[in-house]
């Protein structure tokens, strides 16, 4: 039996059929088209966490507080002990080698007025070097200098979700005042938007000089956090260990998991997102699975009734010379062509599914040439699998009584 | 030429064992028209399977232009049947919504004939079966009774085979279109096919050359159809 005769019989016996073989497609179509669809959402969102992460600054690594610890063995949680000093800012400047950057980080949020206009927002005090290391852009007037940090200088820049909100949108602040919890504070610059990140948005909120920071709203001199940018990302592990072991020594802390910091690199948070996103994306592609399955049970279904339906026919074909392989060939051709039909066709709606998630729920979403195949790929095996018993079926049916069937 | 020995056919039904062929030995030389008659029951639809080569005998050996098919498995018996036996049955079952052309081309789409071969070889068929041009490119479906029959016929011969089987190839027609198919197939046999035709109406038996009576299960007559004697005694 030749692939040209195998087809033609299929198509026959399915366009003899139409509303029944339509349906039974309709099933694959929308099992495809929802496992594309899912699996888009969650390769877009794990493309934009992944973006948004990378937008805090390349090759980023970041050293934040840990538990307070005290005699009395109560913890006040992570992140509140004030154990990072400007002396660790310069031990890792001088000490760690494939450094490119530094800037520590001091922040609290303040109530801020400006004329007329009043916000609670984060403040920043950090060092020049947070431009480069936060991957930061400045829209107008300029950034905190070396000089204004040495000279504790009352200055802010803002972000300009922090001018839209003191300001109104778009205006030049540039050399007016602002009051930060009742110090009067000049503006001398507006950062870029950057857009939201997943953990904080650095759109809505003011930079001024560390030293005044410590010295006028803290009034103490520890830091928040420390952020540094090495050379490359191949040095993030050596450099990560480094600093480690550096703060270790520093604040006389033998074991290490008794630290009072935690250093996380830009890879570290990376890994936790992707295996986040990771989970979501099977937990979607789960679902939908589901209703490809339920797909592939109505192929079986359509395929018993049609074996069932032309045993006659069978019948004759084995009389006329067709053997078992002829037959189970046949209907198992039926079964494949069916999924194929389906698949091709979900792949297209899951393909109309994503653009439409993504221009009206706003979720991004891809799709891309591994997750087509990958869905041809089980749409075939599910007409095989579906198809087979089917076929087996209809392939063992004794010619005689196949013949004789009423 | 084709030889059956000693061919019994036994079934289980159950705990009873029913004897469907006892003991058959004859032989039926090329170019004949053998008529195989007997009562429902008598175990001439199990003889025709046997040997059309769609069952095999419990006991006993079928030979089949000189070949012992009675062993043979279930595939290498539809290799046999592609191209040596060609099949009329009684419901003609041809493919519907298909056309009358495609139906005579299914046995060479088995064979493995080219498909140019194939459409050459079916025209022939049909123009053999006395089939009218005008109605090979209708679906088999809008056929009458008859018709469909002839399309049934030229779909047996197609592949030149050793020995066409009728099964009743009359019982779903009425007599006059009866009549015309079993012209039909008179005259094939007049052109050198052989012929067995499997019925329990007497007046197509006659038709034949040769008949084979059976009851129970045995041959009770084995006669040129001038000598036969079940022709007058068997009634339904």
Known sequence: MLITDLLQETSTALLSNKARSGLTILGIIIGIGSVIGMISIGQGTAGSIEANIQSMGSNLITIMPGFQRSFSQVSAGRGTAQSLTMDDVKAIEEEIANVKAVAPQLSRRYQVVSKGKNTNTQIM????????????KIDEGSFITEQQVTSF?????????????????????????????????????VTQPKGGTAFASEDDMIFIPITTAQKFLAGADYVSTISVEAESPQVITDVQTEITNLLLQRHHIADSSMADFNVLSQQDILKAATSMT??????????????????????????LTTVTERIREIGLRKAIGAKKKDISMQFLAEAVMLTFLGGAAGVVLGWVLSILISRFAGIATSVSLTMILLAFGISAAIGIIFGYYPARRAASLNPIEALRYE | MIECKNITKTYK????????????????????????????????????????????????????????????????????????????????????????????????????????????????????????????????????????QRVAIARALVNDPQLILADEPTGNLDSKTGDIVINTLVDL????????????????????????????????????????????IIKE
Not at chain 1, 284 to 293: C, K, N, P
Not at chain 2, 196 to 222: P, S
């Open chain 1, 278 to 303: 990771n989970t979501m994306t099977i937990f979607l592609a789960a679902i939908a699975g589901i209703s490809l399955l339920v797909g592939g049970i109505g192929i079986m279904n359509m395929m």
């Open chain 2, 13 to 148: 039904s159950g705990e009873v064992e029913i004897h469907a062929l006892k003991n058959l030995s004859f032989k039926i030389n090329d170019g004949e028209f053998v008529a195989i008659i007997g009562p429902s029951g008598s175990g001439k639809s199990t003889l025709m399977y046997i040997l059309g080569c769609l069952d095999t005998p419990s006991s006993g050996e079928y030979i089949f232009a000189g070949k012992n098919v009675s062993k043979l498995s279930d595939d290498e018996l539809a290799e046999f049947r592609k191209n040596k036996i060609g099949f009329v049955f009684q419901m003609f079952n041809l493919l519907p919504r298909t056309t009358v052309l495609r139906n005579v081309m299914l046995p060479l789409i088995y064979a493995g004939v080219s498909p140019q071969k194939r459409e050459e070889k079916a025209k022939n068929a049909l123009t053999v079966s006395a089939f009218p041009q005008e109605f090979w490119h209708h679906f088999s479906n809008q056929l009458s009774g008859g018709m469909q």
């Open chain 1, 125 to 136: 005090g950090t060092t020049p070097a947070y431009l480069s290391v936060r991957n930061l």
């Open chain 1, 153 to 189: 200088a009352k200055v802010a820049v803002l972000g300009p979700t922090t001018r839209d909100d003191l300001f109104g949108e778009n205006s030049n602040p540039v050399g007016q005042t602002i009051r930060i919890s009742g110090i009067n504070f000049k503006i001398i610059g």
């Open chain 2, 189 to 232: 046999n007049r052109k050198g096919h052989t012929l067995v035709i499997v019925t329990h109406e007497l007046y197509i038996a006659k038709y034949a050359k040769r008949i084979i009576a059976l009851k129970d299960g045995e041959i009770i007559e084995d006669a040129t159809v001038e000598k036969s004697k079940s022709l007058k």
